[in-house]
């Protein structure tokens, strides 16, 4: 047992029946992604006493297995829940780190603000990913591009039909050893464009990371994948033709005159973390960065001037990736570079040798998990 300042120490319990050695190594060998999950889980309760105060108690690693929930637990009924999703990577040392898990626990807390959940103080949202990482730490993938993906979600489990926050909260972290988002070896992504369905609207939940916006996006992605496409992008639902982001990730154009282009945050954009740190790595490679409305149209014309060089797609889980072809109802734009293109290369490299320990850190963006 662990105590810390606000004393919410993690109790243990081993996993009795881990998965053998083989087993593990069987999954690290080809882990996928989100396929197979690690041996223990973080969990930490909260609950609402009769005095009205809530708080967060009972905080323990146990063995990774199913959730007992009542059927009538909120979540399952109303959707009131929110996660995470970042990665330990291990570097060659051995030791595992995190990568701006400070932001991370901001945006979880952020999330739960929107979706009346309650706040976690971001040491304990720490703590658990130290735990877990540390119960499972042979978990943690060593190949290049591969890591340990960590996925911490809150859950409404109170037993309540009525329409109110429940009083009753879990919170847990699972572990999933990850490699391409995609599959197999990197290369650019075909995108559909949808005009059917938005994924955010004016006060709604777009800023927040909550399953319902997931869910929202489910119908989106059979269309995207009915074209052959692997993601779906969103248009802004207030702003005819500006490009907002995919179902998971951010997405940026590189201008041949050394200009980088985002979507702005327009209040229903994902505040992506990998977004803001590409931002900060191009400003410094000397790039122009702008963060402004880009709309269908400038991508088409951008294309066919050869203004538009480069394309693409970030987030924890898709880290970089080039985007190919935008196929939409109207025809298709093509892919502005062949494969990875210059700059998209040279950003993922910098980012991911920071995250793994091969380039210096010099945001101070790691936090030693194990
Ligand atoms: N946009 C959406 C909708 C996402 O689900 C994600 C993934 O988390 C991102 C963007 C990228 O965010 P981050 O870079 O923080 O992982
Ligand atoms: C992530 O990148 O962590 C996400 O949550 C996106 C999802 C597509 C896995």
């Not at 929930?69 to 009924?77: F, R």
């Not at 290049?144 to 911490?152: E, F, H, I």
């Not at 963060?291 to 693409?312: C, N, Q």
């Amino acid at each position: 047992m662990t105590q810390h300042a606000n004393g919410l120490g993690f109790t243990r319990r081993p996993n009795e029946n881990p998965r053998s050695q083989a087993e593990r190594e069987a999954v690290l060998a080809n882990p996928g992604f989100g396929d197979h999950f690690t041996d223990h889980t973080a969990v930490v309760d909260y609950k609402v006493d009769p005095g009205g105060a809530g708080g967060w108690s009972n905080a323990r690693i146990e063995p990774y297995g199913p959730i007992l929930m009542d059927p009538a637990a909120a979540v399952l009924h109303y959707g009131q829940e929110i996660f995470e999703g970042m990665k330990a990577y291990r570097h060659t040392d051995g030791s595992i780190w995190t990568f701006r898990a400070d932001a991370n626990a901001a945006r979880f807390n952020a999330s739960a603000r929107r979706l009346a959940l309650p706040e976690l103080p971001e040491e304990t949202f720490l703590d658990s990913l130290r735990e877990l990482v540390t119960a499972d730490r042979e978990w943690v993938p060593s190949r290049d591009g591969d890591a340990l993906y960590l996925r911490p979600f809150m859950i409404a489990t109170e037993a309540f039909l009525g329409v109110r926050p429940a009083r009753e909260v879990s919170y847990r972290v699972i572990a999933s050893p990850a490699g391409n988002y995609f599959g197999g070896e990197l290369k650019p992504v075909s995108i559909w464009l949808t005009t059917t369905y938005a994924r955010a609207g004016e006060g709604g939940t777009g800023e927040a990371k909550c399953g319902g916006n997931y869910a929202a996006s489910l119908a989106a992605q059979l269309e995207a994948e009915a074209h052959g496409c692997k993601q779906v992008l969103f248009l802004d639902p207030h702003n005819d033709n500006a490009v907002e982001e995919l179902g998971g990730m951010n997405i940026f154009f590189v201008f041949g005159d050394g200009t980088l282009v985002t979507p702005e945050l327009n209040g229903h954009i994902l505040h992506g973390i990998t977004r803001s740190s590409v931002l900060q790595l191009a400003a410094d490679r000397g790039m122009t960065i702008q963060e402004r409305k880009i709309t269908i149209d400038e991508w088409r014309s951008g294309v066919d001037s050869g203004a538009i060089t480069e394309v693409f797609a970030c987030g924890t889980a898709a880290v970089i990736t080039p985007i190919g072809e935008l196929k939409t109802a109207d025809g298709s734009i093509a892919s502005p570079a062949q494969g990875i293109g210059e700059v998209t290369a040279a950003i993922r490299e910098q980012l991911v040798g920071i995250q793994t320990g091969a380039v210096p850190d010099l945001h101070g963006w790691l936090t030693r998990l194990a």
